[in-house]
């Protein structure tokens, strides 16, 4: 069955500290692949997103994101965040349009001072 | 550049109510979308509209209708509100509904039913 998983249901990282969020996903065929960011209040924004080439994709505010095929994982990095970075963070797989888009379950992150 | 526009942003439904949740977007785009939000759960699509003039099923209908009403506009209606849709519901956009587009969401509707 076609699955996306974010493993860390809330992270807490310093202002300054780098920062990793993780996304697993179980597909039939290489997906779409995305990250978006959903800040208190607001709707979803994408942040960055992977459909073939490099594997390293480079996305808005600072965020880039890394397709393993071998580890089936895409996940979500920042070298140094912002107390700005506060929000949720959803990943989301597709194949061929966007009904059949999968989100991920969300990753909570807080920026302490 | 308004976007995607949902109105009610807050509302409070007792059990067995109607109401319908609206959607506007701006971007001339073929495509529009309803999805719930339920935490631990990510998003999920209840209909979809890949273009003006046809609305399909998405992973959870059931209690739902949709009216593509232009191409501007897609609305979601509840027509006897239960408790298990209390939920925030998000309305989105894209230009076509295949995958090198970008969808543009709006701000949500947080919806109570009591």
Redesign the interface.
């Known amino acids: 069955a076609q699955s ?1 998983t974010q493993p860390d ?1 809330h992270i807490t990282v310093s202002e300054g500290a780098s920062l990793e969020l993780r996304c697993n996903y179980s597909y039939g065929a290489t997906p ?1 692949l995305f990250w978006y960011v959903q800040s208190p ?6 942040l960055l ?1 992977y ?1 073939s080439g490099d594997t390293l994709v480079q996305g808005i505010k600072g965020f880039e994101a890394e397709f393993k095929r071998s580890q089936s994982s895409f996940n979500l990095r920042k070298p140094s965040v912002h107390w700005s970075d506060a929000a949720e963070y ?1 990943c ?1 797989v ?6 059949k ?6 990753t909570s992150l807080s920026v302490i001072p | 550049n308004a976007g995607v526009t949902q109105t009610p942003k807050f509302q409070v439904l007792k059990t067995g109510q109607s109401m319908t949740l609206q959607c506007a977007q701006d971007m001339n785009h073929n495509s529009m979308y309803w999805y719930r939000q339920d935490p631990g759960m990510g998003l999920r699509l209840i209909y979809y509209s890949a273009s003006e003039g046809t609305t399909d099923k998405g992973e959870v209908p059931n209690g739902y209708n949709v009216s593509r009403l232009n191409k501007r506009e897609f609305s979601l209606r509840l027509e006897s509100a239960a408790p298990s849709q209390t939920s925030v519901y998000f309305c989105a956009s894209s230009e076509i509904l295949g995958m090198n587009t970008e969808a543009f969401f709006g701000q949500g509707t947080r919806l109570t039913v009591v």
């Open positions: 996306v249901i779409y209040g607001q709707g979803l924004q994408l997103k459909f959803f989301a597709g194949a061929t349009s966007y009904d888009v999968i989100f991920g379950p969300g």
